[in-house]
């Protein structure tokens, strides 16, 4: 018979009545596809106000690969994985990073999953991917960088509008060393930098794997990024680009309708995500299909 401390960590093994019922939902949908199963989710949605005062952990950053290492340890990697993505984005540096570790561990058979939104990095990260399926509710995002929340083509259009002014009316000058004069000396390096990084990177990822054999593939990928990273085309940042514009830019976006089964399996388990973060002090959750988790909670710690 177990003892007080066996049942002790017995218990906290099992979770909460929301982590059983995740973690039920989620091995019934990796039977279902055959495939590795990982939801890596994000609260950002359900708890604005912490977001504001502490946006890192919402965020894709370089803590999440050793969850998704913690997660990933153990799986039959042949499988292939599915990765359920629910996120408003974050670091490039550490969606890069992670999508390299991914690619390490299976390849290119990554599906990203959307049954929400995969914002910014998110989209990256799905670009990444072999194939992404979404629902008529899905949304995707542009992949324009961001630096401190400003847009970096924002501020390269406004130091280039700046000179041109100048040029043609000198006498703009001053109105114009105004507004120039808030930005640190190297931030117009740093945004022509950040819009060739996340460019470059995308373009590569979906060479190499959604791409892969097309004969067309760089050209293919070329398009994508020029209609997912120019905000002249997207206009917003916060753009939602769903099912129908998606596949009208060229990205291999399956129907997450085409199957009922398949279809409901994924939302139910991304409704339990979705409860888990409105109903607990979760920020962050990274999971398989085994019921490993590695969970952020809102005290800025681990769980």
């Known amino acids: 018979m177990p003892s007080w401390n066996d049942l002790l960590t017995e218990v906290q093994a099992a979770g909460s009545t929301h982590d059983l019922v995740r973690r039920k939902y989620l091995q019934a949908l990796s039977k279902k596809t055959g495939r590795n199963t990982i939801v890596y989710y994000s609260g950002w949605l359900d708890k604005g106000a912490l977001l504001d005062q502490f946006p890192e952990p919402f965020l894709v950053n370089d803590n999440d690969k050793n969850s998704f290492m913690s997660v990933i340890h153990g799986l039959d990697r042949d499988l292939g994985l599915d990765l359920v993505l629910h996120t408003p984005g974050g670091d490039i540096a550490a969606a890069e990073s992670l999508v390299r570790y991914l690619r390490s561990m299976f390849g290119t058979n990554i ?78 390096g740093e945004c022509e930098k950040a819009i060739k990084w996340s460019e470059t990177v995308v373009q590569k990822w979906l060479e190499t794997g959604m791409f892969k054999g097309s004969p067309k593939a760089k050209e293919k990928a070329e398009h994508v990024v020029s209609e997912l990273g120019d905000p002249l085309l997207t206009l917003s940042h916060s753009r939602h680009i769903d099912f129908e514009a998606a596949k009208g830019i060229g990205l291999k976006v399956m129907p997450l309708e085409k199957d009922d089964g398949i279809q409901n399996a994924f939302l ?36």
């Not at 924002?154 to 114009?176: C, S, Y």
């Not at 339990?272 to 988790?293: D, I, P, R, W, Y």
């Open 111 to 188: 599906r990203a999953v959307v049954p929400q939104l995969a914002m910014s990095a998110g989209t990256m990260i799905s670009c990444a991917c072999r194939e992404i399926v979404m629902g008529l509710h899905s949304s995707l995002g542009p992949i324009d960088p961001q630096l401190g929340g400003r847009p970096a083509h924002g501020i390269v259009q406004e130091f280039k509008r700046a000179t041109t002014d100048i040029k043609t009316n000198p006498a703009t000058t001053p109105l114009w060393q105004a507004i120039i004069s808030k930005y640190p000396p190297t931030l117009l």
């Open 268 to 303: 139910t388990v991304h409704h339990a995500c979705m409860l888990t973060m409105s109903a607990t002090s979760a920020v962050k959750l990274v999971e398989n299909q085994n019921g490993v988790a590695v969970v952020q909670a809102a005290n800025l710690g681990g769980a």
